[in-house]
């Protein structure tokens, strides 16, 4: 599917029949990374897994990158496709936006999943420091497993390398480090509790072992807001669903079993 608004091409990947799910990748992904998650819902859900704007097939220098761009493109998606309100699942900057869409849009989310993501703030300038990591990339490269060295041969490293677009004498990613830089400051400018608290649809909080969450933002989500469920995935960093995919996929299916019986 192919959405046109406000001068900005949304691309999304569309499958199965049943309650709504939507999927949203994390800050320099795409929806690639989140096919074998919506394959593994089709069977009981209608499963959407947009590539947000800036990244993978979608417009990439859309003007605007503000939160509320990223809130309203999840709507406009929603619109496409269903009137019932949907599970939205989302892993780091993606689950801020899903948490700002439950806040400001409860109608449409009857349930909220953040994968690795939290209210979001940033006291250590991480933009600054994400906009130097992505000005060292020596692209193009050159071929799959030279991306694959350079940024680090893990799962996630395998995933972006996996998604690369051949052009211009090598392999490039689907997006501009200016503009995820732009769009991550968004996130970093200010730690959005009062929205957090404002979400009314059932939640859980999914974390890695080995994630980067800020100490004690958990405890306190979970504090804010009792009832809000909290799983620790073993041995998994930032990208559960990369290094841990059954795992993740078992934990997602349990909240989807119970929200929509």
Same mark, same amino acid.
Not at 60 to 75: E, L
Not at 86 to 110: E, I, K
Not at 126 to 134: D, Q, T
């Given at each position: 599917?192919?959405?046109?608004?406000?001068?900005?091409?949304?691309?999304?990947?569309?499958?199965?029949?049943?309650?709504?799910?939507? !999927?949203?990748?994390?800050?320099?992904?795409?929806?690639?990374?989140?096919?074998?998650?919506?394959?593994?819902?089709?069977?009981?859900?209608?499963?959407?897994?947009?590539?947000?704007?800036?990244?993978?097939?979608?417009?990439?220098?859309?003007?605007?990158?503000? /939160? /509320?761009?990223?809130?309203?493109?999840?709507?406009?998606?929603?619109?496409?496709?269903?009137?019932?309100? %949907?599970? !939205?699942?989302?892993?780091?900057? *993606?689950?801020?936006? %899903?948490?700002?869409? %439950?806040?400001?849009?409860?109608? /449409?989310?009857? *349930?909220?999943?953040?994968?690795?993501?939290?209210?979001?703030?940033?006291?250590?300038?991480?933009?600054?420091?994400?906009?130097?990591?992505?000005?060292?990339?020596?692209?193009?490269?050159?071929?799959?497993?030279?991306?694959?060295?350079?940024?680090?041969?893990?799962?996630?490293?395998?995933?972006?390398?996996?998604?690369?677009?051949?052009?211009? *004498? *090598?392999?490039?990613?689907?997006?501009?480090?200016?503009?995820?830089?732009?769009?991550?400051?968004?996130?970093?400018?200010?730690?959005?509790?009062?929205?957090?608290?404002?979400?009314?649809?059932?939640?859980?909080?999914?974390?890695?072992?080995?994630?980067?969450?800020?100490?004690?933002?958990?405890?306190?989500?979970?504090? !804010?807001?009792?009832?809000? %469920?909290?799983?620790?995935?073993?041995?998994?960093?930032?990208?559960?669903?990369?290094?841990?995919?059954?795992?993740?996929?078992?934990? !997602?299916?349990?909240?989807?079993?119970?929200?929509?019986?």
């Amino acid at each position: 599917m192919t959405l046109r608004r406000d001068n900005v091409t949304i691309s999304a990947l569309v499958g199965g029949s049943g309650p709504p799910v939507v !999927l949203l990748h994390g800050l320099a992904g795409s929806a690639h990374e989140l096919v074998p998650t919506a394959t593994a819902l089709l069977d009981a859900h209608t499963v959407v897994v947009p590539d947000q704007r800036g990244h993978g097939r979608s417009t990439r220098h859309p003007g605007d990158v503000s /939160r /509320r761009a990223y809130v309203d493109d999840v709507i406009a998606v929603l619109d496409a496709f269903t009137d019932a309100p %949907a599970v !939205l699942a989302g892993q780091s900057m *993606g689950a801020h936006t %899903a948490m700002l869409v %439950a806040a400001w849009h409860p109608s /449409r989310v009857r *349930g909220l999943v953040m994968l690795e993501g939290g209210v979001g703030g940033d006291d250590g300038d991480y933009p600054s420091r994400l906009e130097a990591w992505f000005a060292s990339w020596p692209v193009p490269f050159p071929s799959r497993a030279a991306a694959v060295e350079f940024l680090g041969g893990r799962s996630l490293a395998q995933t972006w390398a996996d998604d690369l677009e051949q052009r211009d *004498g *090598g392999l490039w990613p689907r997006f501009d480090g200016a503009v995820m830089t732009a769009a991550i400051r968004g996130v970093a400018d200010v730690a959005r509790w009062d929205d957090w608290t404002a979400v009314r649809a059932p939640t859980l909080l999914v974390r890695g072992s080995d994630g980067t969450g800020p100490a004690g933002e958990v405890e306190r989500m979970v504090a !804010l807001r009792p009832g809000t %469920a909290h799983v620790v995935v073993p041995d998994a960093g930032h990208d559960v669903h990369l290094d841990q995919p059954d795992a993740w996929l078992a934990v !997602l299916r349990e909240f989807l079993r119970v929200h929509f019986p």
